[in-house]
């Protein structure tokens, strides 16, 4: 059985910072690419940043590239988003979701299997 679990959200100021942190358990994850997703309310769940297994690739969706560093430390079966100069749209609940999906599909939602429960961020003066 393998778990996901986000920690790190919470309530920031714009230009504020936060990272979040996506553990796994239950099978050796550093053998997959791990991304993280983002939904707000009334909208569908997007692709923010994928990182491949060994960490040497990513890639990000437009809107947080320059802003957001994804990273992982396979000794803790960790994933790590940094994320800067927030913007009230950055408001979501983001989701941590592994499977063996590569970079040209990444953020395809529908191909992860494995998701944690979220972490609410909200971006707000």
């Known amino acids: 059985q393998v778990h996901l679990v986000e920690s790190g959200g919470g309530l920031v100021q714009p230009g504020g ?3 979040l942190a996506c553990t796994t358990s239950g099978t050796t994850s550093s053998y997959y690419p791990i991304s ?3 939904q707000a309310p009334g909208k569908k769940r997007e692709g923010v940043s994928w990182i491949n297994s060994s960490g040497e690739r990513t890639a990000y969706v437009d809107s ?3 802003r957001f560093a994804i990273s992982r430390d396979k000794a803790k079966n960790t ?3 940094q994320m800067n ?3 009230p749209e ?3 609940v ?3 979701a592994l499977d063996f999906v590569d970079d040209s599909t990444w953020d395809r939602a529908e ?3 494995y998701w944690g429960q979220g972490t609410q961020v909200t971006v707000s003066s």
């Open 17 to 19: 910072s936060l990272r």
């Open 111 to 113: 191909l992860y299997e």
């Open 85 to 87: 100069n927030l913007r």
């Open 36 to 38: 993280w997703f983002r």
């Open 94 to 96: 983001y989701y941590c």
């Open 79 to 81: 994933v790590y988003l």
């Open 64 to 66: 947080v590239k320059g």
């Open 90 to 92: 950055d408001t979501a």
